[in-house]
Structures are given as C-alpha cells and as structure tokens.
C-alpha cells in the first residue's frame, strides 16, 4: 500500500469550529489531492496540489482551504465549519499526475454537529 | 466540466457468473479511466484503468472496455467470487488525472452464494 497517512481518522466538532485535516505521504510524489464522499455522490473532488505551494481547486471547494509548505505534507482547512460539511475525507497522491494512477488514504471521518 | 454516469447502482448476480458495469462521461477530451474497488469503511483501492489510446485491457477476471466514439467505459468481471462484493466507482479525468479525477456515483456489487 502506498505510505500516506491521514490525521485525524475520526473528529467530531461543533459547527463554527475551525478544522484541519493532515496528509502526510512518504512516497515523494508531486501530486496530491482532497477528495469527499458523501452517500449518493460517490468521491468529489474539493482541492488539488501539483507541487510546494501550487494549489488549485476543484469541484466542490466553497468553503475549503489548503496548503502545501512540503512535499510530504497536504493541509485542508474548515474556516468555520458547518454541518453540510459532515463527510468522509479522503487524500490521494499520484507521482506524474498524468494517466498515473491516484492512491488513496484510509479516510477521516468528520461529523459537524 | 466533466461528468459521469453510472449503472446500475446496485447489481446482485450468482457467485460464477460474471458482472458488468457501466459508465458514460461527457467531455470527449477525457483520456484516462481508472476503475475503484471499495470495501464498507476501507479506502478506495485502484482494481484497473485504461487509457484512451487503447480499446479494452485485461487482469486476470477483471476487463475495461472503453469506446471513444460513444464516450462510455465497461467494467466486466468473470467467475464472480464472494470476495467481489463491494462498491465499485468509475472515474475520468481529461489531463490525465493531473488535475483530479471526476467519479461516478458507484455500483453496489452483492454475489450471492
């Protein structure tokens, strides 16, 4: 299995609360993404990263921030939490990015109360 | 942006006979197809994928199909086993993958003893 590790794996937190969600992988790829999945919607993409500091957004990303000061290391940010949030968050990585495959963490599930 | 479709969301069959699910995406520049198995609260875990410079690839039990023309991509499994029982999700993505993978909704496989 490809060596990420997502932090925390369950939360619980009150709406308006701040989160944030690590990725850390030790395979030294260059792309990483953020990924949630909700019943119904199978897995939407929020943010991606192709390199230190280069970010960009994806799909689903109001209300979402990211940040990528490390090759090893992919940061999502909550500014204030609300309940819509409430999901399963997954991160992947892929080495070229390009028709390279995406390996995904176990997930942390995040419940907004 | 692309989108995704998949059928059907939920497919029983009889442990020995063989599955196929089926997906259609809407940008005709999409060029990568990665196919995910997911078990009940485990990651999702990359079982084949195609690019689009090829028409079907094969591993073992497991074949995509992919026909450019009609924009649409088949995931077939021969000799089911119990162990094929899971959520499988379809995905495309036009760069590749570089910039993030768009998902299907996810088709409940059930092999019935």
């Known amino acids: 299995d490809a060596g990420i590790t997502q932090s925390p794996r369950h939360k619980v937190t009150e709406t308006g609360t701040p989160v944030t969600l690590r990725c850390h992988q030790t395979?030294?790829?260059?792309?990483m993404y953020w990924y949630r999945q909700d019943p119904g919607h199978g897995l939407r993409l929020i943010h991606y990263?192709?390199?230190?500091?280069?970010?960009d957004k994806g799909e689903v990303s109001d209300g979402y921030s990211v940040s990528r000061s490390k090759t090893e290391d992919f940061l999502l940010t909550l500014e204030s939490a609300t309940s819509s949030q409430t999901s399963v968050y997954f991160c992947?990585?892929?080495?070229?990015?390009?028709?390279?495959?995406?390996?995904f963490g176990d997930g942390t599930r995040l419940s907004i109360l | 942006g692309e989108n995704v479709e998949q059928h059907p969301s939920t497919l029983s069959v009889q442990e020995g006979d063989s599955a196929v699910i089926k997906c259609t995406y809407s940008?005709?520049?999409?060029?990568?197809f990665p196919w995910y198995k997911q078990e009940l609260g485990k990651r999702p875990q990359l079982i084949i994928d195609?690019?689009?410079?090829?028409g079907e690839k094969k591993d073992q039990r497991i074949a995509v199909t992919l026909n450019k023309t009609a924009k649409h991509f088949s995931l077939h499994i021969t000799e089911t086993q119990p162990e094929d029982s899971a959520v499988y999700f379809c995905?495309?993505?036009?760069?590749?993958?570089?910039?993030?993978?768009?998902f299907g909704k996810g088709t409940h496989l059930i092999i019935q003893p």
């Open positions: 940008d005709s520049a999409s060029n990568y």
């Open positions: 992947a990585i892929s080495d070229s990015g390009n028709n390279q495959p995406q390996h």
């Open positions: 195609i690019r689009s410079n090829v």
């Open positions: 995905a495309a993505s036009f760069r590749g993958g570089a910039d993030g993978l768009t």
């Open positions: 395979e030294n790829h260059r792309y």
């Open positions: 990263s192709y390199g230190v500091k280069d970010t």
